[in-house]
């Protein structure tokens, strides 16, 4: 029961109102992750942060939000996801205002890391909510669009505000405005939010919660995406690198064995046994790992290639997010007129396409200076083509994992889908860093100079993530194949049954004249 209820709100306007929460809590999350990029320089002169140390001011934030977004799904099936979300407001609010005071890099990193753990908290439980009160079809498919528009401007207007911020009146003050939105949004949920009004959407208690199941999978995940994160070039060969990604494997690995014994897992075996959950989860995570190398790779070219300044470099990322966020509410639309699985082999096909212009359309400046390439004939092109893709795939996964579990479940594969994007980052900028890396050395014992190496690594970054969405393309058209291939089987078996009725039903008839 909420106020709007009582007060004779139609169960349409108390679902727009819901909705309307969580999709401002997922735009301040995405804002969150992405707003301190662009201020990291000023942040590290002004705490006196050592060189390579300040890579901390994301990755906490990072960590936190990989490591714990299962955990806290599962916690929603159990505690009811509507209180687990707001506790993960108030821990956002607590750690903003501690954000903007932070003195020094640890006080900072560590209250960066609170603010994942509240939007680890939000994330997956913002899914369930949707998925609760949005019936399935077109309302749910139009509702996780607005959420996936949400995310996309989100992480726009970080680039943006961050850079503005930092730039006239200090990046702390990011902080000091976040918290108090984050406040009035928590207050908002309070009142507003519907509770889980059925037995079938909450699990009892916390009795049996998978307490060995949560530590495996906290201290394998942390330790995966941390050496992911921090680890570049030559580090790779490091024994505290091999040693450190050695237990994270481990502890990942017993996870799943820890699973099978216990009364209540985290993850239920038979979501690792649907196929469905598998292929999408990992064709998010790819999604989500392309997307995070387009836009790092962009960045550099933009600036290392035209010479544009930071603030220059967000602006022209600016209407990659507003076309995404617009065009994210027509894929619901998409998704019920094509179904989940084109959508996915759309999208990626796109994303490629447009990976593939970016590097034939951007070349530097010629001998007299000038630049041979605009941001209409390149940037703009090239970026929205992929940003017209990556949507599509993301929330039709989305959707298809949902679809195929039962409402008590929607917080744990909300963690899921949301965890797998958190994977896919580090994972694929790790490959894409490695490759270019790889170049600009063997480039350097070739003899070329500083720019054509620059150039040549640039260009093995761009054609790494064309290969990368045409596998998941790849492995998206299999999928589709798979399944038309059983329903096509089914169908199959279900006219051979009715003509063998129909048939005994005739041999019935003329037995009997």
């Not at 903003?96 to 994330?123: D, E, H, K, Y």
């Not at 050496?227 to 024994?239: N, Q, Y």
């Not at 550099?300 to 994210?328: C, D, H, N």
């Amino acid at each position: 029961m909420t106020i709007l209820s009582q007060q004779g709100w139609s169960e349409s306007q108390l679902a727009s109102v819901s909705l309307a929460i969580l999709s401002v809590t997922q735009f301040l999350d995405f804002l969150n992750l992405s707003a301190l990029n662009i201020a990291i320089p000023t942040i590290a002169e002004e705490l006196k942060i050592p060189a390579g140390l300040e890579g901390w001011i994301l990755i906490s934030y990072s960590l936190a939000l990989s490591a714990f977004m299962l955990p806290f799904g599962k916690l929603g099936d159990a505690w009811g996801h509507r209180n687990i979300f707001i506790c993960g407001l108030l821990i956002m609010t607590i750690a903003n205002i501690f954000s903007a005071m932070a003195p020094t890099l640890p006080v900072l990193a560590t209250f960066r890391g609170l603010q994942g753990l509240g939007a680890a908290a939000t994330m997956p439980n913002a899914s369930a909510i949707i998925a609760r009160i949005f019936p399935a079809g077109a309302p749910r498919n139009a509702a996780f669009a607005k959420l996936g528009a949400a995310s996309a401007i989100g992480s726009a207007a970080g680039l943006i505000v961050g850079g503005l911020f930092s730039g006239i009146i200090g990046w702390r003050y990011v902080f000091y405005v976040l918290a108090p939105i984050c406040l009035l949004v928590m207050v908002l949920s309070l009142l507003f939010l519907p509770a889980a009004q059925d037995d079938e959407t909450v699990d009892k208690g916390l009795k049996d919660f998978d307490i060995s199941g949560t530590l495996t999978w906290l201290v394998g995940m942390s330790l995966i995406v941390y050496v992911l994160s921090t680890t570049k070039g030559a580090a790779w060969k490091e024994v505290q690198t091999m040693v450190l990604l050695g237990i994270g494997v481990a502890s990942f690995s017993s996870f799943f064995f820890v699973e099978r014994k216990a009364a209540r897992p985290l993850i239920p075996p038979y979501l690792w046994q649907n196929h469905v959950i598998v292929v999408n989860s990992i064709l998010i995570a790819m999604v989500r790992g392309g997307a995070s190398m387009f836009v790092y790779l962009m960045s550099l070219k933009l600036q290392r290639i035209l010479l544009l300044s930071p603030w220059e470099t967000a602006l022209q990322s600016l209407p990659m997010a507003i076309v995404g966020f617009f065009y994210s509410f027509f894929v619901g639309t998409i998704v019920k007129r094509l179904g989940f699985s084109v959508p996915v082999i759309l999208g990626f096909g796109m994303a490629a396409f447009g990976s593939a212009y970016f590097s034939f359309s951007l070349h530097g400046p010629d001998e007299n200076g000038n630049n041979a390439s605009s941001f209409w004939t390149s940037t703009f092109p090239s970026s929205v083509v992929f940003v017209l893709g990556t949507p599509m795939v993301f929330i039709s996964a989305q959707l298809a994992m949902l679809h195929v579990v039962e409402p008590r479940q929607y917080a744990v594969v909300g963690a899921l889908f949301n965890t797998a994007g958190q994977i896919g980052g580090p994972v694929a900028l790790a490959l894409l860093t490695a490759i270019m890396n790889a170049v600009l050395v063997n480039k350097e014992r070739s003899g070329w100079s500083e720019k054509e190496r620059l150039l040549a690594s640039y260009d093995a970054g761009n054609w790494t993530i064309v290969g990368w969405e045409l596998v998941g393309l790849v492995i998206a058209g299999l999928f589709w194949l798979r399944q038309k291939f059983i329903e096509e089987k089914r169908h199959l078996s279900v006219d051979v049954e009715s003509d063998e009725g129909e048939r005994q039903r005739l041999l019935g008839d003329t037995s009997n004249p």
